[in-house]
């Protein structure tokens, strides 16, 4: 069964995001397939731009959805 997990980085610097959706990567489990990061654009594009930046081995694709405050990572077959 897979599922999918929300990742709210508002409020966070740019580094501490990085460092907050690298670790939910290593550490996420066999049976997550989407990763949606809420980022917001409200307060400016910082975070927005990293996470569409943002590159990992277990990322296979980014959807850029009609709400431009997320970005949905689909996570590869394990």
Same mark, same amino acid.
């Given at each position: 069964?897979?599922?999918?997990?929300?990742?709210?980085?508002?409020?966070?610097?740019?580094?501490? +995001?990085?460092?907050?959706?690298?670790?939910?990567?290593?550490?996420?489990?066999?049976?997550?397939?989407?990763?949606?990061?809420?980022? !917001?654009?409200?307060? !400016?594009? +910082?975070?927005?731009?990293?996470?569409?930046?943002?590159?990992?081995?277990?990322?296979?694709?980014?959807?850029? !959805?009609?709400?431009?405050?997320?970005?949905?990572?689909?996570?590869?077959?394990?």
């Amino acid at each position: 069964m897979s599922y999918f997990l929300d990742l709210d980085i508002h409020n966070h610097t740019v580094e501490s +995001a990085r460092k907050l959706i690298t670790n939910t990567l290593k550490n996420l489990s066999p049976d997550v397939r989407e990763l949606k990061i809420i980022h !917001g654009y409200h307060q !400016g594009t +910082a975070l927005r731009d990293m996470v569409r930046k943002f590159s990992h081995s277990k990322i296979e694709r980014k959807i850029l !959805g009609l709400n431009q405050g997320t970005t949905t990572f689909i996570i590869k077959k394990s």
